[in-house]
């Protein structure tokens, strides 16, 4: 009840992706500019995206209509 009042489940679900982003793509941006730091991180979030959709589809079973 009180993770709802102070909307705690929303800070777990962008606390579990940044883990997951830093995990996987390195824990830190590497330029020194904001503006820049901003299209870096996007693009990490844009690579991890396109690679989890890829990881998702290949465990994906392939059906096929019999008849």
Known sequence: ????KVGYHRRSVAETAMFRIKTLLGGHLRLRNYEVQVGEAMAMVKALN?????MTLLGMPHSVRIG
């Open 50 to 54: 396109r690679t989890l959709n890829r």
């Open 1 to 4: 009840m009180w993770k709802k």
